[in-house]
């Protein structure tokens, strides 16, 4: 499942050769969320790492990343480790649009929302001798 984001880079780190096989890229970026910013941290793996070459600290980009998890077992104990695999950037300039916001829930204590491309409420019956056998029950 992939997810987008778009903020300010913070900081890139350099790339760092985990292994002989593996290579990641870590960076930082400032999303401006509500009343308080937040730093986020994404990694690029193998040859994603290059991604980040042509961008520099606080250029603003979107960044098309996968969420990733995994256990680890360390002397017993299960530790869970949590990515945002980022394998696509563009400049925010070319950010896809994001898709139409939906209807928020109400919240308990709060007014529903208006209704809109409600149908109307059906006619009235018709009055006067269209029962079958004239007799209603009420």
Do not use: H
Not at 55 to 71: C, M
């Amino acid at each position: 499942m992939a997810f987008e984001v778009v903020g300010k880079i913070e900081k890139i780190m350099d790339t760092a050769q985990v292994t002989a096989t593996f290579k990641k890229r870590d960076f930082v970026l400032l999303i401006q969320e509500g009343s308080y910013p937040q730093y986020i941290k994404f990694q690029a793996t193998q040859d994603r790492c290059n991604l980040l070459d042509s961008y520099n600290e606080g250029d603003d980009i979107a960044v098309t990343f996968d969420l990733k998890g995994r256990p680890f077992d360390k002397g017993g104990e299960t530790i869970y480790f949590t990515n945002l695999e980022a394998w696509r950037i563009n400049p925010a300039s070319q950010a896809q649009p994001a898709a139409a916001p939906q209807q928020q829930q109400p919240t308990y204590g709060s007014p529903a929302p208006a209704q809109t491309n409600t149908p109307p409420p059906p006619p009235p019956p018709p009055v006067g001798g269209d029962d079958i056998d004239g007799d209603l029950p009420f």
